[in-house]
């Protein structure tokens, strides 16, 4: 990554952060993201062909705000500022900012007046833009032009051509800018003079050279769940160092129907890499473990440390290795405060943790420079299928916290069954790519039925479908009622101790995804 051309990103604790990094890479250029307290002289050591200034939620005129050093715009190096970055241009270079006395958000019409071959080649002279701020552009600084305006706001955008200086009111990197994206490519293309040599392809290969070099002959060791990270991971690791890899994938027996056959067979004897796999069926362990268990933080608890106990087993009858890989991603560093400006959300246990149940000598997280998107796109270039690339979000714990109440095989067996005729009958409606998640769980509820002319006493599964951009906010899906009922009818009649099909309409919040 070290030769790649790059933009920086710096971070002013804007909401919008992994996502301007997301719209440069779009645009095939390597991006990543710094806190504003990144010293000046490591910004330059990195030699970047642009830098972009993100929004944040303070007034650059108080006191205490973030801020950065004058010299940022004097290194020859284009800067593109984005609502509090483009304030605080004006402000560090000698314009002013103040209280706005309309506060501007929302969808807004936006007048292009300058600019025309440069930041705005191509955008119409009156475009939708998407505003969010409180504090305006009074006066531009010194050697500034006004490029853009609206009704509310008289500086929507401001550039000094000569110095490659732009600042811009709005947020580009959301889709309702709609030429947003078309903003972005003029100025991280053309007016930072990349060459968009930022593929997965060379992603891919590079990757694979550094991983050869950085690993000789030494052994690794991975913890394959079958997700989409460690499932890129473990292919990409297969393609450079073959047999030197041993893959440990544990099978708590509270996956998906046939999911740990899907994973062997890909990652197994008979699939498509030559390395080291050991399936590990411990089913049996973790159903006795939670016998009697009702609690759901317990639940989980108990299913992590055993995880743990499993794989520190395999991992001794190994011995010692040379490395341990994981499949840390870009958001994982970010949202552990490591990158950028963002609180930490949640400590992932594997940034830069150290586990110390393995014996090893050092890290290796090849995928940690990569969004989501851009692990899948890797995963295609591997060669792994498409089911498993695009797989939904899979909790960790498992069908173990869509079990209410205690796990036993048997809850495992209906909630199972259950799900693969629900993904099944929305995959025949050719709706499986629509809602963000959609499973189904086992309520701990069991009511009276007829059956034939039986009265049974059975248990109730619970149909959960969502749409959701980021997982913390999620509503129902409007699945078609006639493929609720289809689901429904072959529930009851395929799946023995099932009576009663729920669908749960309940959005996040209150609720959570997850049941449990
Ligand atoms: P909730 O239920 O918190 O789910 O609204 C949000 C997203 O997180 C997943 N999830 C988990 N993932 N371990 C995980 O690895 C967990 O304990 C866990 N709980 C929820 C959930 O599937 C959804 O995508």
Known sequence: MATEEKVIVIDFGGQYNQLVARRVRECNVYCEIYSYRTPIDQIKAMNPKGIILTGGPNSCYEDGAPTYTKELFELGIPVLGLCYGAQLMMHVLGGKVEKAPVREYGKTETFI????????????????????????????????????????C??????????????????????????????????????????????????????????????????????????????????????????????????????????????????GPNGNFDINFIRVNAAQRYYDKLKGVEEPERKRKIIGEEFIRVFEEEAKKIGTVDFLAQGTIYPDVVESGLGGESVVIKSHHNVGGLPDYVDFKEIIEPLRSLFKDEVRKAGLELGLPEYLVFRQPFPGPGLGIRIIGEVTAEKVR???????????????????????????????????????????????????????????????????????????????????????????????????????
Not at 114 to 121: E, V
Not at 493 to 516: A, C, F, I, Q
């Open 113 to 152: 007046d300058g600019s025309k071959d440069t930041l705005f080649a191509g955008i119409e002279e009156k475009t939708i833009v998407w505003m969010s701020h409180f504090d305006y552009i009074s006066k531009v600084a010194p050697g500034f032009d006004i490029i853009a305006h609206t009704a509310d």
């Open 154 to 267: 008289p500086v929507a955008a401001a550039a000094c051509e000569d110095k490659k200086l732009y600042a811009i009111q709005f947020h580009p990197e959301v889709l309702h800018t709609v030429k947003g994206k078309e903003i972005l490519h003029n100025f991280v293309r053309n007016i930072c003079e990349t060459a968009g040599s930022w593929r997965m392809d060379s992603f891919v290969e590079n990757t694979i050279k550094e991983i050869r070099e950085k690993v000789g002959d030494g052994k690794v060791l991975l913890a394959l769940s079958g997700g989409v990270d460690s499932s890129v991971l473990a292919a990409l690791l297969a393609r450079a160092i073959g047999k030197q890899l041993t893959c440990v994938f544990v099978d708590h027996g509270l996956l998906r129907k046939n999911e740990g056959d899907e994973v062997e067979s890909v990652f």
């Open 414 to 516: 209906i909630v199972q069954d259950a799900d693969f005729i629900y993904r099944e009958e929305l995959a025949n409606a050719g709706l499986e790519k629509l809602p963000d998640q959609y499973f189904a769980a086992l309520s701990n509820m069991r009511s009276v039925g007829v059956m034939g002319d039986e009265r049974t006493y059975d248990y109730a599964v619970v149909l959960r479908a969502v749409e959701t951009v980021d997982f913390m906010t999620a509503e129902a899906s409007e699945i078609p009622f006639a493929v609720l009922q289809k689901v429904m009818s072959r529930i009851i009649n395929e799946v023995k101790g099932v009576n009663r099909v729920m669908y749960d309409l309940t959005s996040k919040p209150p609720g959570t995804v997850e049941l449990e």
